[in-house]
């Protein structure tokens, strides 16, 4: 039985009714899609990071890996599709590591080889860097549990001693790092994407993935993780997902594969029960994780092989195929708190919307 909140999620930021505790529930709102699709703008290079804002904007993070030194160089670039503009808003240099926008709007970076986290302002344009309580830890995602606390999900490392699947607190206001016991197996060792979250507070990781980033044919599940209880539920499935959207507060759309067979099903999200839809007329594209993304209206958007946009609808359970399509080939799909997508691009890394 789903535990009781007041809490309403809201696209990609969270609304919470209480001071303390960040909204975990997922609510699509109401949007007329006119299946359009325009060019927004351009990055420099391709986004590593992209999340929405409340406010119908996007910010959007590139990488450059510097050599011959182990370090990064970041920059966050401010998307509105209300005037087409992209503006860089905020840079500076760092080891890599996961990345998250906090409910109070500034992006929290956490480098794991030194244990120490950056904090960029996006308004002020700066970025701060602080040190952490902690060593001998990967971190490959990371989740805002609270105003207060963030989830960490890696891999230990101690005395030569590795251990896959661990997951971490981090206090934001002390700044201590600390492990949480958890057994967990090498499909949610580390997770590619983030995890969808439940009105009860749990946290479902649909897809599959070994240790080593390949993902397994073999070992089709999706993975709960109760924070609260610092419990985690397997469920099998009958085949192995590589891409997930959320259509509402109790179901997500699950596209992966069967030996060389694509295959679909809608996964009941409390009960952890699927059962198989429709496919698009073809293959979606097998490099690119996030190229299925929940619209606001409670259907979805895929991109197939040939860069073709799909609808899904949960009324028919299948998809159509959309007269319209990117210019360029889509690497990674955003949904806008206005119900609009962004789609960033390979090539020229155009940014495109459709709406």
């Given at each position: 039985?789903?535990?009781?909140?007041?809490?309403?999620?809201?696209?990609?930021?969270?609304?919470?009714?209480?001071?303390?505790?960040?909204?975990?529930?997922?609510?699509?709102?109401?949007?007329?899609?006119?299946?359009?699709?325009?060019?927004?703008?351009?990055?420099?290079?391709?986004?590593?990071?992209?999340?929405?804002?409340?406010?119908?904007?996007?910010?959007?993070?590139?990488?450059?890996?510097?050599?011959?030194?182990?370090?990064?160089?970041?920059?966050?670039?401010?998307?509105?599709?209300?005037?087409?503009?992209?503006?860089?808003?905020?840079?500076?240099?760092?080891?890599?590591?996961?990345?998250?926008?906090?409910?109070?709007?500034?992006?929290?970076?956490?480098?794991?080889?030194?244990?120490?986290?950056?904090?960029?302002?996006?308004?002020?344009?700066?970025?701060?860097?602080?040190?952490?309580?902690?060593?001998?830890?990967?971190?490959?995602?990371?989740?805002?549990?609270?105003?207060?606390?963030?989830?960490?999900?890696?891999?230990?490392?101690?005395?030569?001693?590795?251990?896959?699947?661990?997951?971490?607190?981090?206090?934001?206001g002390t700044s201590t790092l600390a492990r949480l016991d958890v057994a967990v197996d090498d499909g949610f060792a580390r997770p590619p994407d983030a995890p969808f979250p439940l009105c009860d507070g749990r946290l479902v990781f649909p897809h599959t993935q070994h240790h080593d980033g390949d993902f397994l044919a073999d070992a089709p599940a999706v993975?709960?993780?109760?924070?609260?209880?610092?419990?985690?539920?397997?469920?099998?499935?009958?085949?192995?997902?590589?891409?997930?959207?959320?259509?509402?507060?109790?179901?997500?759309?699950l596209i992966g594969r069967d030996n060389d067979s694509e295959i679909a099903h809608v996964l009941d999200l409390d009960a952890g029960t699927s059962r198989p839809v429709g496919l698009p007329d073809e293959a979606v594209h097998p490099m690119y994780e996030e190229t299925l993304v929940g619209l606001a209206d409670g259907t979805a958007l895929a991109v197939?092989?040939?860069?073709?946009?799909?609808?899904?609808?949960?009324?028919?359970?299948?998809?159509?195929?959309?007269?319209?399509?990117?210019?360029?080939?889509?690497?990674?799909?955003?949904?806008?708190?206005?119900?609009?997508?962004?789609?960033?691009?390979?090539?020229?890394?155009?940014?495109?919307?459709?709406?």
């Amino acid at each position: 039985m789903m535990r009781s909140t007041c809490f309403t999620f809201v696209f990609a930021w969270t609304v919470a009714c209480a001071a303390e505790t960040p909204s975990t529930c997922y609510a699509p709102a109401a949007h007329d899609y006119r299946s359009q699709v325009r060019t927004i703008g351009q990055l420099p290079s391709s986004s590593w990071y992209a999340f929405a804002l409340p406010d119908g904007r996007a910010v959007a993070v590139t990488v450059a890996i510097e050599t011959p030194e182990p370090s990064s160089h970041y920059a966050a670039f401010m998307i509105d599709p209300a005037d087409d503009t992209v503006e860089q808003v905020a840079a500076w240099d760092g080891s890599f590591g996961p990345m998250t926008l906090l409910d109070d709007g500034r992006l929290f970076l956490f480098e794991s080889g030194d244990c120490s986290y950056v904090l960029v302002e996006l308004e002020e344009g700066s970025a701060t860097r602080k040190p952490c309580s902690g060593d001998g830890f990967n971190a490959e995602l990371v989740w805002q549990r609270s105003r207060s606390e963030l989830l960490l999900f890696g891999s230990a490392f101690r005395e030569g001693i590795d251990s896959d699947g661990v997951v971490f607190s981090l206090d934001l206001g002390t700044s201590t790092l600390a492990r949480l016991d958890v057994a967990v197996d090498d499909g949610f060792a580390r997770p590619p994407d983030a995890p969808f979250p439940l009105c009860d507070g749990r946290l479902v990781f649909p897809h599959t993935q070994h240790h080593d980033g390949d993902f397994l044919a073999d070992a089709p599940a999706v993975h709960y993780y109760d924070p609260a209880q610092r419990e985690l539920t397997t469920v099998e499935l009958p085949f192995a997902p590589d891409r997930a959207a959320q259509l509402d507060a109790g179901t997500a759309l699950l596209i992966g594969r069967d030996n060389d067979s694509e295959i679909a099903h809608v996964l009941d999200l409390d009960a952890g029960t699927s059962r198989p839809v429709g496919l698009p007329d073809e293959a979606v594209h097998p490099m690119y994780e996030e190229t299925l993304v929940g619209l606001a209206d409670g259907t979805a958007l895929a991109v197939g092989m040939s860069g073709a946009l799909h609808i899904y609808s949960p009324d028919s359970e299948q998809f159509t195929r959309l007269a319209v399509r990117f210019a360029g080939e889509p690497r990674r799909l955003l949904r806008l708190s206005t119900g609009a997508v962004l789609a960033f691009t390979g090539g020229d890394n155009a940014i495109e919307l459709f709406e």
